[in-house]
Nanobody, 124 residues
Framework: QLQLVESGGGLVQPGGSLRLSCAAS????????IGWFRQAPGKEREGISC????????KYADSVKGRFTISRDNAKNTVYLQMNNLTPEDTAVYYC?????????????????WGQGTQVTVSS
């Protein structure tokens, strides 16, 4: 089964934190790396972070570098996105996706399977 399920979104005040989770099916976990993307209303989908099949390989978009941290738990087939110091500009639907070619980094076209998304709203 090819499945990705996001969770952990919600409403948070500016300056607050959230941790998103992406649970992957076994086949995806074994064959693909995982990326996080987000899409705000009226904007294109933006790649924000990805992690390889070993935790030493990570990439971040400049917009989140220093605030967001990606990690993985191999025992749970789960990738996490810890988001700190959130601002209203981080408001978006957040998606995780499975990618097959690490060289393409955060390019949307390189990701084959997508979760349904989870809403993150940063507002006072």
């Amino acid at each position: 089964q090819l499945q990705l399920v996001e969770s952990g979104g919600g409403l948070v005040q500016p300056g607050g934190s959230l941790r998103l989770s992406c649970a992957a099916s076994e086949f995806i976990w074994s064959h693909y790396h995982i990326g996080w993307f987000r899409q705000a209303p009226g904007k294109e989908r933006e790649g924000i972070s990805c992690i390889g099949r070993t935790e030493t390989n990570t990439k971040y978009a400049d917009s989140v570098k220093g605030r967001f941290t990606i990690s993985r738990d191999n025992a749970k087939n789960t990738v996490y996105l810890q988001m700190n110091n959130l601002t209203p500009e981080d408001t978006a639907v957040y998606y995780c996706a499975a990618g097959s070619n690490w060289a393409y980094g955060l390019e949307t076209k390189a990701y084959l399977y997508w979760g349904q998304g989870t809403q993150v709203t940063v507002s006072s």
